[in-house]
């Protein structure tokens, strides 16, 4: 897609610190990281969220996230990772992208990046549940 700055870095037509660049999909640094060493991966296609990303092609996309949060904590000397992708909503460009942020105990990073709200009950839970079960 011509106007998708992520396009444009797997083109690389924009320039980028790439980790790799796979057939899979291309890792490179957040220019805004939650911490250094945060990367992102994108798929080679332009594809905006994560329910567009074709069956085919997610064992080759979800291998390379993989093999990439396992670099993170080996080169950076890191605990581990903590792994997400935003579909539509905080995603600030719409092109399928997973954060790999390197992550060590006592980093500052509380949990998720938003409010936790409990179940009023395990009868509303359920009604959740069962609502998105049926949609499966």
Request: charged share 20%; with cysteine.
């Amino acid at each position: 897609m011509a106007d998708c700055v992520f396009c444009a870095i797997v083109a690389g037509t924009v320039p980028a610190f790439k980790v790799i660049d796979s057939p899979d999909g291309v890792g490179f640094l957040d220019t805004r990281p939650v911490f250094k060493g945060h990367v992102l991966v994108v798929p080679r296609v332009h594809i905006e969220q994560l329910t567009d990303l074709p069956a085919g092609n997610i064992g080759g996309y979800f291998g390379l996230v993989q093999r990439v949060a396992g670099a993170v904590p080996a080169a950076l000397g890191s605990k581990g990772t903590f792994v997400a992708i935003n579909n539509v909503v905080s995603q600030s460009v719409p092109h399928l992208h997973t954060h790999v942020v390197p992550r060590t105990k006592g980093d500052g990073l509380r949990g998720f990046f938003w409010p936790r709200h409990k179940y009023e009950s395990d009868t509303e839970a359920r009604d959740y549940a069962t609502r998105i079960a049926k949609e499966l």
